[in-house]
């Protein structure tokens, strides 16, 4: 159930420019100096009640909505919206001192105490009736608050829950999935070290004093956390949608969050969000591939940009500021990527609590004048005057990459041929090698639509799911490229590998069998040594050792006993064809074997930049937007060619030779 429009940010007629806000943590004397400084900064929508469980229902036969009321009319008064939260992420004490259950498990399957956050055992039926409840009361009081923007249910569902409850909705959804237990035994491959189940009532959740090697129960544990915590979120999105039928629901999501397939979350939710931390030292081009991957989520359509810190962190081993220029910089990293909106985590550092050094709008200061204030109402006042030009614009990729939660799990779990199998590390190596180019790249999944895209790539499909290998040949056989990597083709959707040996079901399109693989040591290399004379690649990590069957060789290895076997190889299939990377190489192969690629599909680039500059387009109708992001900290020249543009952001004509600003941003529209 989603609601009907297309895009839900196109109908909100503007950016909004927000932060989470969290007024129940200071005397109501201090709430009218926040809507005076959310106007300074152009702050337009906050996403209030995150967390607000004990302050909205200290019992549970009382309600307290007086101050919620306050803070809401306060905001309808100052013309900012609300962006309102259930606050289940994080229960009170009453809560689970009268239901103990309610807590969570751990991996021990041991209950855990009461406190931190999402700690909630995501079936317990208590959990379900209780924040449905809150989110009924929620709807039914605010439902018609002219400050209402959005629902922002919850916050960042997570974890894993191994209780007895959540053990015995397994079993059910196992029985629903396999019907009998001989069928499950078979797709678990149970008689290994006398596995079998000869009872339902024995399959345990995975447990780390228990087992945790038993694979097909381990993917399927995964699937089924992911459904549990998702009927939490459509239990209360369900309850709120009945009774404000055209309010946008949402919740935030992680990015590449293992725990949670969020591409089963994307469907039921109206428009993505998300909260974008970066790890300290990375780099634009990986913040652009997860901002792809959340506009993926919904099959381009654009997304809100729920928190990122306006300053620093607190929660990593070192929480380095942002420097001037990059809180605005990413800010249009984000637009650029398909956010449709800019926010962030936090309105006003908390005076206690594990946040109380997380940056903030407003320090513990209180103070305007600072750094980030200023920084912060630059964008306010900048996002005010773009209006609508970028809401639902969307990107134009012709490139797609396949990422799949199943596959990563069942990758990470697969024990051999080496430990670390850097699943997310080698879908973004290879995205990196078309963001150099200012190539846009679509991240889709297995059931997307591949014939979309001219060029299809899919690193490490050790999981082929059943049909996925007919619309990848159906992709070639139109004239399309497909490319895959060593370990690829392994094993079926329960993780059982694949009879007739590798690259399994992507044997014909390959045109190619996998005899061996040879692991390496983190310092250990081979070399990639192209038959065509251009050189040679060094490569690591995994090596396949492969044959030919109807495909031709590109590159050979230099090295070790199988010196002169298939490293790179080409199939040429109906009328596109298929590339198999034996072992993981140097990037500089990824940026020639690519560069050739798009030359044959004539794909190019919005614009030939110098390194560390983006330009990434987002087109609405005719109109192509061009966002040019200077990532380096120094100023650099670029040749516009031959058009002229309109600068968004300053009004500005630009044409010829232009200087970019150190961390500097233009949005250009093409003069007509
Ligand atoms: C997450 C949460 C916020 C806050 C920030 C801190 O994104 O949603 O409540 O804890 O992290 O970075
Ligand atoms: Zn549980």
């Not at 926010?343 to 006003?348: A, I, L």
């Not at 590339?579 to 690629?597: E, R």
Request: glycine share 8%; net charge negative.
């Amino acid at each position: 159930m989603s609601i009907s429009e297309k895009s839900v940010s196109e109908k909100f007629g503007r950016v909004y420019h927000g932060s989470d806000y969290n007024p129940e943590q200071w005397p109501c004397a201090v709430w009218p100096e926040d809507f005076r400084l959310m106007q300074e900064a152009g702050i337009s929508a906050v996403a209030v009640g995150v967390f607000s469980w004990v302050s909205l229902q200290p019992a549970e036969d009382k309600f307290t909505f007086d101050w919620l009321d306050e803070i809401m009319d306060g905001l309808a008064t100052h013309g900012i919206k609300a962006m309102l939260a259930t606050p289940s992420a994080a229960q009170p004490a009453w809560m689970s001192q009268h239901y103990p259950t309610i807590l969570r498990s751990d991996e021990q399957g041991i209950r855990r105490q009461r406190g931190g956050r999402t700690n909630y055992c995501p079936n317990s039926p208590d959990y379900r009736r209780l924040s449905g409840n809150m989110a009924r009361a929620l709807a039914e009081r605010y439902k018609d608050h002219p400050a209402l923007l959005l629902w922002h249910i919850s916050n960042e569902y997570a974890g894993t829950c191994t209780c007895e409850t959540c053990a015995a909705r397994f079993r059910e959804w196992l029985q629903r999935n396999y019907g009998t237990l001989d069928a499950m035994n078979a797709r678990w491959w149970t008689p290994f070290w006398s596995h079998t189940f000869t009872d339902w009532s024995q399959v345990m959740p995975p447990l780390s004093n228990g087992e945790m090697h038993m694979h097909g129960l381990n993917v399927d544990y995964f699937r089924f956390m992911t459904e549990s915590q998702l009927a939490c979120y459509t239990n209360e999105r369900d309850i709120i949608r009945a009774i404000t039928p055209d309010v946008p629901i949402t919740t935030n999501l992680m990015g590449t969050y293992k725990p949670l397939d969020y591409r089963q979350w994307a469907k039921e939710m109206d428009i993505i969000t998300w909260d974008c931390y970066p790890s300290p030292g990375q780099s634009a081009g990986e913040i652009a591939f997860q901002h792809d991957l959340h506009r993926g989520l919904k099959d381009g359509q654009s997304f809100l940009l729920m928190e990122q810190t306006p300053s620093s962190q607190n929660w990593q081993p070192v929480n380095a500021l942002k420097r001037p220029g990059v809180l605005r910089l990413w800010s249009y990293l984000a637009m650029a990527h398909g956010a449709d909106s800019i926010s962030y985590f936090q309105w006003r550092r908390g005076r206690g609590g594990s946040e109380k050094l997380h940056g903030a709008v407003i320090e513990h200061s209180g103070r305007s004048d600072t750094r980030v204030f200023r920084e912060v109402s630059q964008i306010g006042a900048e996002l005010k005057a773009l209006g609508d030009v970028v809401l639902g614009a969307r990107g134009d990729a012709k490139v797609g990459l396949l990422f799949d939660w199943d596959n990563w799990h069942a990758l990470d779990d697969a024990i051999g041929p080496v430990r670390n199998k850097r699943y997310v590390d080698t879908i973004r190596k290879h995205y990196l090698a078309f963001y150099r180019q200012n190539i846009p790249v679509d991240i889709v999944f297995p059931d997307s639509d591949f014939s979309r895209y001219d060029i299809l790539v899919a690193p490490m499909l050790y999981m082929v799911k059943q049909g996925v290998a007919e619309r990848i040949e159906a992709m070639v056989r139109k004239g399309g490229t497909f490319v895959t990597t060593y370990f690829s083709g392994i094993v079926d959707e329960t993780d059982l590998a694949f009879e007739n040996g590798y690259p399994g079901p992507l044997h014909n399109v390959l045109g190619i069998h996998v005899e061996e693989i040879d692991a390496m040591y983190e310092n250990q290399s081979n070399s990639m040594v192209m038959s065509d004379g251009s050189g040679s690649y060094a490569c690591n990590h995994l090596a396949d050792l492969l044959h030919t069957e109807s495909a031709h060789v590109l590159a050979t290895y230099g090295s070790d006993f199988y010196q002169g076997m298939p490293a790179l190889t080409k199939n040429a299939f109906g009328q596109g064809h298929a590339y198999y990377l034996a072992s993981d190489p140097d990037p500089a192969l990824l940026d020639t074997l690519y560069a050739g690629m798009l030359n044959e599909h004539r794909i190019e680039p919005p614009m030939h930049t110098p390194p560390g500059v983006e330009v990434t387009v987002r087109r609405k109708g005719e109109q192509a937007l061009l966002f040019m992001l200077n990532h380096n900290a120094e100023a650099v020249t670029l040749h516009l060619g031959a058009h002229t543009y309109r600068d968004l952001l300053t009004n500005a004509t630009l044409q010829g030779q232009i200087e970019v600003a150190g961390y500097g941003v233009h949005i250009l529209v093409a003069h007509a």
